[in-house]
């Protein structure tokens, strides 16, 4: 592509260092007051546009890109997760993707902890108490959670976050088991101490807390669905930091309401941002911990990964591939 000011038309408030950086490099598109783009305003942006800046609240389906404009060359995705993006049908229209890797794996990962914590220790619903004003006082019997030390993780999906958690969770004194579609490096394996599980059943089976940490694709929708949820322990947990459609959500509200599960840490959501009431009655019960998708809400990390879309999009502009590249192989 030859070199000029190209259009960049992002579709959600940035932090204000990234868009002052964007606006120095680019012709750029804001939108101020953060309100996520309409199908239409989407459509619209992507027919003016050299590139989009989209989020995982924008949808770009095969049809939206089969009708983007012809300038439209590069979609930089503020995000790690692609899953909002048809990435065959851009690549189709010979558009490339590029995502944020790497920047959110801390935050990720510490999020990831902290469910685990609030749901064994049930720090949020303790946290609740005094705001409320219930409380009488200590009690021997009172607000007993789980002990994690000793216990068995097992984490579904160990890459970059998969890894992390894993550091983290064994400095917590937990034991850790993973499963993944390609066994680590021994080397690896042997310094995060982790177990390899090449049939993901059987970790299901064996463990008292699992941590969803692979990406949605095609081939790990539902990839705990309802038979597989229904392998764990009654007295497991289910962590999810990752995407709520690798979760069969009803599935996992019914195994929760029938005490067939213990609990549940959920970050992610299978219809974003919709949350069943069920699941919140049980949150309400203590049974579950809730959160807003915020493991990578840092403002370091948000800042950082506006540093990587801006260089994807210069490395593009420049005529190379952008370093974040995402192709259809990778899902
Ligand atoms: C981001 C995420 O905030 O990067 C991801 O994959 O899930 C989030 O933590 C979001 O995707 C931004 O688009």
């Known amino acids: 592509m030859a070199r000029h000011r190209p259009l960049v038309i992002v579709t959600r408030k940035l932090p204000e260092s990234v868009e002052r950086r964007m606006g ?119 607000m007993l959670g789980q002990r994690i030390t000793g216990k068995s993780l097992g984490v579904l999906g160990m890459g970059r976050i998969g890894q992390a958690v894993a550091r983290r969770a064994a400095a917590f004194g937990l034991s850790i088991h993973y499963h993944n579609r390609t066994r680590l490096r021994s080397e690896v394996e042997t310094a995060l101490k982790a177990t390899y599980w090449p049939s993901l059943d059987q970790m299901l089976a064996r463990m008292d807390i699992v941590s969803v940490n692979c990406p949605h694709t095609p081939a790990t929708y539902h990839l705990l669905s309802a ?3 229904a392998l764990m322990r009654p007295t497991a947990v289910l962590i999810n930091a990752a995407r709520g459609e690798i979760v069969d959500e009803a599935a996992l509200i ?37 959160l807003p998708h915020m493991g990578s809400a840092t403002m370091e990390g948000r800042i950082e990964m506006g540093a990587k879309v801006i260089v994807n999009i210069r490395a593009f502009m420049d005529g190379h591939q952008p370093p974040d590249r995402v192709l259809p192989i990778d899902l």
């Open 254 to 290: 019914r195994m929760l309401q029938t005490r067939k599960l213990a609990g549940a840490g959920l970050d992610v959501f299978e219809h974003e941002p919709a949350v069943p009431a069920k699941l919140i009655r049980l949150a309400k019960a203590g049974k579950v911990t809730l």
């Open 227 to 229: 038979r597989r949820l």
């Open 24 to 142: 120095d490099l680019f012709d750029l598109r804001l939108n101020p007051d953060d309100r996520p783009m309409s199908r239409e305003a989407l459509a619209d942006a992507m027919s003016q546009a050299d590139v989009l800046v989209p989020t995982i609240t924008d949808r770009i389906d095969a049809a939206l890109l089969a009708a983007a404009g012809p300038r439209l060359r590069l979609i930089a995705n503020f995000g790690t997760g692609r899953d909002n993006i048809d990435v065959v049908a851009a690549q189709a229209h010979g558009i490339t993707v590029s995502n944020t890797p790497g920047v959110l794996t801390d935050d990720t990962a510490d999020i990831v902890m902290a469910l685990i914590l609030s749901v064994a220790r049930r720090v949020v619903e303790g946290a609740a108490i005094l705001p409320n004003e219930t409380w009488d006082g200590w009690s021997p019997t009172w």
